[in-house]
Protein backbone atom coordinates (compact mmCIF):
# COMPACT_ATOMS: atom_id res chain seq x y z
CA UNK A 1 0.00 0.00 0.00
CA UNK A 2 2.69 2.24 -0.22
CA UNK A 3 1.36 4.16 -3.02
CA UNK A 4 -1.47 5.65 -1.12
CA UNK A 5 1.03 7.51 1.26
CA UNK A 6 1.49 10.38 -1.13
CA UNK A 7 1.23 13.36 1.30
CA UNK A 8 2.01 17.04 -0.26
CA UNK A 9 2.31 15.44 -3.87
CA UNK A 10 -1.26 14.90 -4.32
CA UNK A 11 -2.36 17.70 -5.51
CA UNK A 12 -0.20 17.11 -8.75
CA UNK A 13 -2.12 14.40 -9.58
CA UNK A 14 -5.82 14.52 -11.54
CA UNK A 15 -8.84 12.38 -9.84
CA UNK A 16 -11.04 11.12 -12.66
CA UNK A 17 -13.55 12.42 -10.22
CA UNK A 18 -12.44 16.26 -9.88
CA UNK A 19 -15.50 18.02 -11.69
CA UNK A 20 -14.15 21.75 -11.66
CA UNK A 21 -10.61 21.40 -13.38
CA UNK A 22 -10.97 21.99 -17.23
CA UNK A 23 -8.16 21.76 -19.15
CA UNK A 24 -8.47 25.12 -21.15
CA UNK A 25 -5.45 24.96 -23.18
CA UNK A 26 -6.12 21.36 -25.62
CA UNK A 27 -8.54 22.51 -28.31
CA UNK A 28 -11.05 19.88 -29.42
CA UNK A 29 -10.28 19.57 -33.13
CA UNK A 30 -6.63 18.52 -31.52
CA UNK A 31 -8.07 15.50 -29.02
CA UNK A 32 -6.42 12.48 -30.32
CA UNK A 33 -4.91 14.01 -33.92
CA UNK A 34 -2.36 12.61 -35.98
CA UNK A 35 -1.26 8.52 -36.28
CA UNK A 36 0.50 8.24 -33.67
CA UNK A 37 -1.49 11.28 -32.08
CA UNK A 38 0.78 14.24 -30.91
CA UNK A 39 1.83 14.73 -27.09
CA UNK A 40 -0.26 17.30 -27.14
CA UNK A 41 -3.63 15.52 -27.97
CA UNK A 42 -2.83 12.29 -26.44
CA UNK A 43 -5.94 11.05 -24.04
CA UNK A 44 -4.41 9.07 -21.07
CA UNK A 45 -6.19 7.70 -18.24
CA UNK A 46 -5.03 10.85 -16.40
CA UNK A 47 -6.94 13.06 -18.29
CA UNK A 48 -9.56 10.82 -19.99
CA UNK A 49 -12.67 13.17 -17.91
CA UNK A 50 -10.81 16.81 -18.99
CA UNK A 51 -12.67 18.78 -21.40
CA UNK A 52 -12.14 18.51 -24.50
CA UNK A 53 -10.38 15.11 -24.09
CA UNK A 54 -13.43 14.06 -23.14
CA UNK A 55 -15.51 14.59 -26.55
CA UNK A 56 -13.23 11.73 -27.54
CA UNK A 57 -12.57 9.03 -24.61
CA UNK A 58 -16.57 9.21 -23.55
CA UNK A 59 -17.28 7.88 -26.74
CA UNK A 60 -14.15 5.46 -26.91
CA UNK A 61 -13.85 4.75 -22.52
CA UNK A 62 -12.22 0.80 -23.90
CA UNK A 63 -8.97 3.08 -24.77
CA UNK A 64 -8.51 4.45 -21.44
CA UNK A 65 -10.06 1.79 -19.17
CA UNK A 66 -10.17 -1.90 -19.05
CA UNK A 67 -13.42 -3.67 -20.35
CA UNK A 68 -15.56 -6.14 -20.14
CA UNK A 69 -18.75 -7.24 -22.96
CA UNK A 70 -22.44 -7.04 -22.95
CA UNK A 71 -23.11 -8.77 -26.24
CA UNK A 72 -26.52 -8.14 -28.01
CA UNK A 73 -28.64 -10.47 -29.07
CA UNK A 74 -31.75 -11.91 -31.07
CA UNK A 75 -33.71 -9.39 -33.56
CA UNK A 76 -32.59 -6.19 -33.60
CA UNK A 77 -35.95 -3.84 -32.59
CA UNK A 78 -35.97 -1.10 -34.87
CA UNK A 79 -36.55 2.41 -34.45
CA UNK A 80 -35.94 3.33 -38.16
CA UNK A 81 -35.42 6.69 -38.72
CA UNK A 82 -36.60 10.37 -37.14
CA UNK A 83 -39.92 10.80 -37.97
CA UNK A 84 -40.37 14.57 -36.44
CA UNK A 85 -36.69 15.93 -37.04
CA UNK A 86 -38.32 20.08 -36.80
CA UNK A 87 -38.74 18.64 -33.02
CA UNK A 88 -34.67 19.88 -33.35
CA UNK A 89 -36.43 23.93 -34.17
CA UNK A 90 -39.15 23.54 -31.01
CA UNK A 91 -38.33 26.44 -28.74
CA UNK A 92 -36.90 25.85 -24.63
CA UNK A 93 -35.48 27.89 -22.66
CA UNK A 94 -32.46 27.27 -20.74
CA UNK A 95 -31.53 27.72 -17.18
CA UNK A 96 -30.83 31.17 -17.55
CA UNK A 97 -34.21 32.25 -18.96
CA UNK A 98 -32.53 32.73 -22.56
CA UNK A 99 -34.87 30.91 -25.25
CA UNK A 100 -33.58 28.74 -28.07
CA UNK A 101 -33.94 25.97 -30.71
CA UNK A 102 -33.84 22.60 -28.20
CA UNK A 103 -31.19 21.41 -30.94
CA UNK A 104 -29.13 24.44 -30.25
CA UNK A 105 -29.82 24.20 -26.53
CA UNK A 106 -28.06 20.89 -26.27
CA UNK A 107 -25.71 21.58 -28.75
CA UNK A 108 -24.35 24.54 -26.34
CA UNK A 109 -24.77 22.40 -23.36
CA UNK A 110 -21.86 20.09 -24.43
CA UNK A 111 -24.36 16.95 -25.30
CA UNK A 112 -23.24 14.25 -27.24
CA UNK A 113 -26.23 12.98 -28.55
CA UNK A 114 -29.73 13.18 -27.73
CA UNK A 115 -32.41 11.15 -29.26
CA UNK A 116 -36.25 11.26 -28.15
CA UNK A 117 -38.94 8.44 -28.55
CA UNK A 118 -42.80 8.48 -28.30
CA UNK A 119 -44.09 5.00 -27.83
CA UNK A 120 -42.80 2.88 -29.92
CA UNK A 121 -41.84 5.46 -32.28
CA UNK A 122 -38.23 7.70 -32.72
CA UNK A 123 -39.24 11.28 -33.33
CA UNK A 124 -35.80 13.01 -33.24
CA UNK A 125 -32.08 12.03 -33.22
CA UNK A 126 -28.95 14.43 -33.24
CA UNK A 127 -25.38 13.83 -33.14
CA UNK A 128 -22.77 16.18 -32.27
CA UNK A 129 -19.03 16.41 -33.23
CA UNK A 130 -17.19 13.16 -34.13
CA UNK A 131 -19.84 11.10 -31.93
CA UNK A 132 -23.03 9.25 -34.10
CA UNK A 133 -25.36 6.31 -33.57
CA UNK A 134 -23.22 3.45 -33.66
CA UNK A 135 -20.23 4.90 -31.22
CA UNK A 136 -20.92 3.13 -27.47
CA UNK A 137 -21.02 5.98 -24.70
CA UNK A 138 -20.17 5.46 -21.36
CA UNK A 139 -22.81 5.93 -19.13
CA UNK A 140 -21.55 6.71 -15.56
CA UNK A 141 -23.65 6.62 -13.00
CA UNK A 142 -27.06 5.94 -15.05
CA UNK A 143 -25.48 2.26 -14.40
CA UNK A 144 -26.52 2.51 -11.31
CA UNK A 145 -30.02 2.43 -12.44
CA UNK A 146 -29.51 -0.58 -14.89
CA UNK A 147 -28.02 -2.78 -11.68
CA UNK A 148 -31.08 -1.76 -9.80
CA UNK A 149 -33.36 -3.29 -12.42
CA UNK A 150 -31.08 -6.42 -12.75
CA UNK A 151 -31.54 -6.65 -8.81
CA UNK A 152 -35.06 -6.37 -9.37
CA UNK A 153 -35.30 -10.19 -11.01
CA UNK A 154 -33.56 -11.75 -7.75
CA UNK A 155 -35.87 -9.46 -5.25
CA UNK A 156 -38.96 -10.57 -7.26
CA UNK A 157 -38.08 -14.37 -7.48
CA UNK A 158 -37.36 -14.52 -4.01
CA UNK A 159 -33.97 -14.94 -4.02
CA UNK A 160 -33.56 -11.39 -2.27
CA UNK A 161 -34.42 -9.66 0.84
CA UNK A 162 -35.12 -6.55 1.05
CA UNK A 163 -35.35 -5.72 4.72
CA UNK A 164 -32.29 -7.82 5.42
CA UNK A 165 -29.04 -6.74 5.71
CA UNK A 166 -26.22 -7.44 2.92
CA UNK A 167 -24.22 -9.50 5.11
CA UNK A 168 -26.71 -12.25 5.23
CA UNK A 169 -25.40 -13.09 1.61
CA UNK A 170 -22.10 -11.20 1.65
CA UNK A 171 -20.29 -12.60 4.74
CA UNK A 172 -17.55 -10.23 4.16
CA UNK A 173 -19.08 -7.35 4.84
CA UNK A 174 -19.42 -8.09 8.77
CA UNK A 175 -18.33 -5.64 10.77
CA UNK A 176 -18.71 -3.09 7.64
CA UNK A 177 -20.77 -0.33 7.30
CA UNK A 178 -22.93 -1.86 5.57
CA UNK A 179 -23.76 -5.09 8.37
CA UNK A 180 -26.32 -2.68 10.62
CA UNK A 181 -28.19 -1.56 7.06
CA UNK A 182 -31.11 -2.97 4.87
CA UNK A 183 -30.92 -3.82 1.16
CA UNK A 184 -33.79 -1.19 0.98
CA UNK A 185 -31.18 1.31 2.80
CA UNK A 186 -28.84 0.86 0.46
CA UNK A 187 -31.06 1.10 -2.55
CA UNK A 188 -31.74 4.76 -1.16
CA UNK A 189 -28.98 5.83 -0.25
CA UNK A 190 -29.56 5.91 3.12
CA UNK A 191 -26.92 3.89 4.76
CA UNK A 192 -25.54 6.63 6.91
CA UNK A 193 -21.65 5.23 6.32
CA UNK A 194 -18.43 6.94 7.63
CA UNK A 195 -17.36 7.70 3.81
CA UNK A 196 -17.90 10.83 1.85
CA UNK A 197 -18.04 11.34 -1.75
CA UNK A 198 -16.61 14.23 -3.11
CA UNK A 199 -15.33 14.76 -6.55
CA UNK A 200 -13.02 17.87 -6.05
CA UNK A 201 -10.58 16.94 -2.79
CA UNK A 202 -8.01 15.07 -4.32
CA UNK A 203 -7.02 13.87 -0.50
CA UNK A 204 -10.43 12.34 0.40
CA UNK A 205 -10.47 8.71 1.03
CA UNK A 206 -12.78 8.87 -2.34
CA UNK A 207 -9.32 10.16 -4.40
CA UNK A 208 -7.08 7.85 -2.75
CA UNK A 209 -8.36 4.83 -2.22
CA UNK A 210 -12.09 4.54 -3.71
CA UNK A 211 -11.15 5.77 -7.43
CA UNK A 212 -8.26 3.51 -8.16
CA UNK A 213 -9.73 0.22 -6.40
CA UNK A 214 -12.42 0.94 -9.01
CA UNK A 215 -10.05 1.52 -11.76
CA UNK A 216 -12.08 4.81 -12.83
CA UNK A 217 -9.70 7.09 -11.42
CA UNK A 218 -6.03 7.74 -11.65
CA UNK A 219 -3.26 7.95 -9.07
CA UNK A 220 0.33 7.57 -9.99
CA UNK A 221 1.50 3.70 -9.66
CA UNK A 222 -1.93 2.81 -8.39
CA UNK A 223 -3.13 0.95 -11.76
CA UNK A 224 0.21 -1.24 -11.65
CA UNK A 225 0.27 -2.93 -7.93
CA UNK A 226 -0.40 -6.29 -7.76
CA UNK A 227 -2.97 -8.45 -5.75
CA UNK A 228 -0.64 -8.97 -2.97
CA UNK A 229 0.84 -5.99 -2.85
CA UNK A 230 -2.45 -3.92 -1.34
CA UNK A 231 -4.78 -4.63 1.10
CA UNK A 232 -7.39 -2.73 -0.69
CA UNK A 233 -7.22 -4.10 -4.35
CA UNK A 234 -10.22 -4.21 -6.05
CA UNK A 235 -13.79 -2.39 -4.84
CA UNK A 236 -14.89 -5.45 -2.76
CA UNK A 237 -11.88 -4.87 -0.48
CA UNK A 238 -12.91 -1.20 -0.09
CA UNK A 239 -16.60 -1.98 0.94
CA UNK A 240 -15.17 -5.32 3.22
CA UNK A 241 -12.25 -3.58 4.56
CA UNK A 242 -12.94 0.34 4.61
CA UNK A 243 -16.41 1.76 4.63
CA UNK A 244 -17.33 1.91 8.66
CA UNK A 245 -20.80 3.06 9.93
CA UNK A 246 -21.19 6.84 10.84
CA UNK A 247 -22.59 6.23 14.19
CA UNK A 248 -23.60 9.92 14.67
CA UNK A 249 -26.77 8.81 12.26
CA UNK A 250 -29.09 6.10 11.99
CA UNK A 251 -29.48 4.38 8.77
CA UNK A 252 -32.75 5.21 6.51
CA UNK A 253 -32.42 8.70 8.20
CA UNK A 254 -31.03 10.44 5.34
CA UNK A 255 -29.95 10.76 1.60
CA UNK A 256 -26.68 10.85 1.23
CA UNK A 257 -25.27 10.20 -2.49
CA UNK A 258 -22.92 7.91 -2.49
CA UNK A 259 -21.88 5.27 -5.10
CA UNK A 260 -20.29 2.38 -2.78
CA UNK A 261 -23.96 1.23 -2.14
CA UNK A 262 -24.42 0.24 -5.60
CA UNK A 263 -21.17 -1.45 -5.44
CA UNK A 264 -22.94 -3.30 -2.43
CA UNK A 265 -25.84 -4.35 -5.36
CA UNK A 266 -23.38 -5.29 -7.94
CA UNK A 267 -22.11 -7.70 -5.43
CA UNK A 268 -25.27 -9.05 -4.24
CA UNK A 269 -26.19 -9.95 -7.71
CA UNK A 270 -23.44 -11.71 -8.37
CA UNK A 271 -23.32 -13.69 -5.32
CA UNK A 272 -26.81 -14.58 -5.20
CA UNK A 273 -27.02 -15.67 -8.74
CA UNK A 274 -23.95 -16.89 -9.28
CA UNK A 275 -23.18 -15.46 -12.07
CA UNK A 276 -20.63 -12.50 -13.34
CA UNK A 277 -22.63 -9.35 -13.46
CA UNK A 278 -22.36 -8.58 -16.93
CA UNK A 279 -23.49 -12.14 -17.66
CA UNK A 280 -26.58 -11.97 -15.41
CA UNK A 281 -27.76 -8.28 -17.36
CA UNK A 282 -26.78 -9.50 -20.79
CA UNK A 283 -28.70 -12.83 -20.34
CA UNK A 284 -31.81 -11.13 -18.34
CA UNK A 285 -31.80 -7.62 -20.07
CA UNK A 286 -29.75 -7.02 -22.74
CA UNK A 287 -30.41 -10.04 -24.84
CA UNK A 288 -33.90 -9.43 -24.80
CA UNK A 289 -34.46 -5.64 -25.60
CA UNK A 290 -33.55 -5.83 -28.84
CA UNK A 291 -30.44 -4.48 -28.98
CA UNK A 292 -28.42 -2.89 -32.01
CA UNK A 293 -24.71 -3.19 -30.59
CA UNK A 294 -23.05 -4.65 -28.14
CA UNK A 295 -22.80 -2.81 -24.84
CA UNK A 296 -19.32 -3.03 -22.78
CA UNK A 297 -18.85 -2.49 -19.13
CA UNK A 298 -15.86 -1.22 -17.40
CA UNK A 299 -14.05 -3.10 -14.64
CA UNK A 300 -12.35 -2.36 -11.68
CA UNK A 301 -8.42 -3.30 -10.34
CA UNK A 302 -9.54 -7.12 -9.47
CA UNK A 303 -11.67 -6.89 -13.25
CA UNK A 304 -14.94 -7.03 -11.47
CA UNK A 305 -17.74 -5.16 -13.28
CA UNK A 306 -17.52 -1.39 -12.09
CA UNK A 307 -21.58 -1.64 -11.61
CA UNK A 308 -21.72 2.00 -10.33
CA UNK A 309 -20.58 3.68 -13.70
CA UNK A 310 -19.29 1.74 -15.74
CA UNK A 311 -21.86 0.73 -18.44
CA UNK A 312 -21.25 1.78 -22.48
CA UNK A 313 -24.02 1.48 -24.85
CA UNK A 314 -25.10 3.45 -28.10
CA UNK A 315 -27.28 6.22 -27.37
CA UNK A 316 -30.34 4.11 -29.23
CA UNK A 317 -29.63 0.95 -26.78
CA UNK A 318 -29.92 3.07 -24.32
CA UNK A 319 -33.40 4.82 -25.19
CA UNK A 320 -34.52 0.85 -25.60
CA UNK A 321 -33.41 0.14 -21.77
CA UNK A 322 -35.48 3.34 -20.82
CA UNK A 323 -38.62 2.25 -23.14
CA UNK A 324 -38.64 -1.05 -21.01
CA UNK A 325 -39.00 0.88 -18.00
CA UNK A 326 -41.21 3.12 -19.07
CA UNK A 327 -43.52 -0.07 -19.93
CA UNK A 328 -43.61 -1.10 -16.94
CA UNK A 329 -40.70 -3.96 -17.83
CA UNK A 330 -42.17 -4.70 -20.67
CA UNK A 331 -40.82 -4.71 -24.45
CA UNK A 332 -41.87 -6.65 -27.77
CA UNK A 333 -44.46 -8.08 -25.93
CA UNK A 334 -42.05 -9.86 -22.79
CA UNK A 335 -42.49 -8.94 -19.51
CA UNK A 336 -38.40 -8.79 -18.85
CA UNK A 337 -38.65 -6.97 -15.59
CA UNK A 338 -41.62 -7.65 -12.98
CA UNK A 339 -44.13 -4.89 -13.35
CA UNK A 340 -44.43 -4.69 -9.34
CA UNK A 341 -40.53 -3.59 -8.96
CA UNK A 342 -40.56 -0.99 -11.78
CA UNK A 343 -43.58 0.65 -10.63
CA UNK A 344 -41.85 0.13 -6.67
CA UNK A 345 -39.49 3.14 -7.98
CA UNK A 346 -42.64 5.42 -7.91
CA UNK A 347 -43.75 4.43 -4.85
CA UNK A 348 -42.72 7.39 -3.00
CA UNK A 349 -43.01 8.13 0.75
CA UNK A 350 -43.13 10.76 2.71
CA UNK A 351 -39.18 9.96 4.27
CA UNK A 352 -38.23 9.69 1.27
CA UNK A 353 -39.72 13.36 -0.10
CA UNK A 354 -37.92 14.37 3.27
CA UNK A 355 -34.95 13.02 2.78
CA UNK A 356 -34.36 15.12 -0.55
CA UNK A 357 -35.33 18.09 0.96
CA UNK A 358 -32.66 18.21 3.73
CA UNK A 359 -30.27 17.72 1.61
CA UNK A 360 -27.99 20.52 1.22
CA UNK A 361 -26.63 19.22 -2.26
CA UNK A 362 -29.55 18.78 -3.78
CA UNK A 363 -32.35 19.82 -1.81
CA UNK A 364 -33.29 23.21 -3.62
CA UNK A 365 -33.80 21.11 -7.63
CA UNK A 366 -36.32 19.51 -9.12
CA UNK A 367 -36.05 16.02 -7.83
CA UNK A 368 -38.58 14.77 -5.65
CA UNK A 369 -36.73 11.79 -4.19
CA UNK A 370 -34.03 9.39 -4.79
CA UNK A 371 -35.69 5.65 -4.51
CA UNK A 372 -34.25 2.60 -6.27
CA UNK A 373 -31.24 4.41 -7.42
CA UNK A 374 -33.45 6.58 -9.27
CA UNK A 375 -33.96 10.07 -9.27
CA UNK A 376 -37.92 10.92 -9.25
CA UNK A 377 -39.16 14.05 -10.51
CA UNK A 378 -42.64 13.74 -10.48
CA UNK A 379 -44.06 10.12 -9.24
CA UNK A 380 -47.76 11.08 -10.71
CA UNK A 381 -46.59 11.59 -14.47
CA UNK A 382 -44.17 8.78 -13.71
CA UNK A 383 -41.42 11.08 -14.64
CA UNK A 384 -37.85 9.92 -13.63
CA UNK A 385 -34.57 9.64 -14.72
CA UNK A 386 -31.22 7.56 -14.82
CA UNK A 387 -28.35 10.29 -14.13
CA UNK A 388 -24.66 10.14 -14.78
CA UNK A 389 -21.93 12.78 -14.27
CA UNK A 390 -20.69 14.85 -17.02
CA UNK A 391 -24.43 15.37 -18.27
CA UNK A 392 -25.54 11.89 -18.76
CA UNK A 393 -29.86 11.25 -18.76
CA UNK A 394 -32.10 8.66 -19.70
CA UNK A 395 -35.17 10.49 -18.99
CA UNK A 396 -38.21 8.76 -18.62
CA UNK A 397 -41.94 10.44 -18.68
CA UNK A 398 -44.45 7.58 -18.79
CA UNK A 399 -48.14 10.66 -18.75
CA UNK A 400 -46.20 11.65 -22.00
CA UNK A 401 -45.26 7.97 -23.14
CA UNK A 402 -41.99 9.20 -23.64
CA UNK A 403 -38.26 8.45 -22.99
CA UNK A 404 -35.33 10.85 -24.39
CA UNK A 405 -31.40 10.07 -23.52
CA UNK A 406 -28.66 12.41 -23.84
CA UNK A 407 -24.93 11.49 -23.52
CA UNK A 408 -22.30 14.54 -22.83
CA UNK A 409 -19.11 15.62 -22.45
CA UNK A 410 -20.13 18.56 -20.19
CA UNK A 411 -16.83 19.93 -17.78
CA UNK A 412 -18.66 19.96 -14.44
CA UNK A 413 -19.01 16.73 -13.12
CA UNK A 414 -21.85 17.03 -10.84
CA UNK A 415 -25.79 17.37 -11.82
CA UNK A 416 -26.15 19.51 -8.81
CA UNK A 417 -26.45 23.45 -10.06
CA UNK A 418 -24.27 22.69 -12.96
CA UNK A 419 -25.99 25.10 -15.69
CA UNK A 420 -25.01 23.18 -18.37
CA UNK A 421 -27.77 20.09 -16.95
CA UNK A 422 -30.35 22.16 -15.85
CA UNK A 423 -30.29 23.52 -18.95
CA UNK A 424 -31.05 19.95 -20.77
CA UNK A 425 -33.41 18.73 -18.05
CA UNK A 426 -35.60 21.24 -18.30
CA UNK A 427 -35.88 21.48 -22.04
CA UNK A 428 -36.43 17.99 -21.90
CA UNK A 429 -39.41 18.12 -19.53
CA UNK A 430 -40.17 21.41 -21.79
CA UNK A 431 -40.78 18.84 -24.92
CA UNK A 432 -42.35 16.00 -22.70
CA UNK A 433 -45.46 18.59 -22.14
CA UNK A 434 -45.36 19.57 -25.81
CA UNK A 435 -45.49 15.77 -26.93
CA UNK A 436 -47.86 15.52 -24.80
CA UNK A 437 -49.93 18.40 -26.48
CA UNK A 438 -49.79 16.51 -29.66
CA UNK A 439 -51.22 13.05 -28.59
Not at 226 to 231: I, T
Amino acid sequence: MKYFVIGSLLTAYLSIFHSFSVAQTTQESSVMQGFPPTRESQATMENYRQHPISQWTFSNAGAPLNVVMIPREGKISELGEPTQPNLGNFLVPDSAGKTMAFEELFGQNYADGVVVVRGQELLYEKYFRQFDAHTQHIWFSMSKSLTTTALGLLVESGKLDLSASPVKYIPELKGSGFERVTIQHVLDMASSIDFKESYTDLSSDFAVHYAPALNLGWLKGAADVQPDEAEIYGVHDFLAKYIKPDLKRDPGENFDYNSSNADVLGWLISRVSGQPFQDFVQQNIWSKIGAEHDAYIAVDRAFMPAVTGGMNSTTRDAARFGMMIRDNGQFNGEQIIPAKWVNATLNISDKLRTNMMQNSKYGDEPWSSYHNMWWVLDEAKGEFCAVGIHGQVIYINQESNTVMVWFSSQPGASAARDPNFKSKLSAARKMADHLKGQE
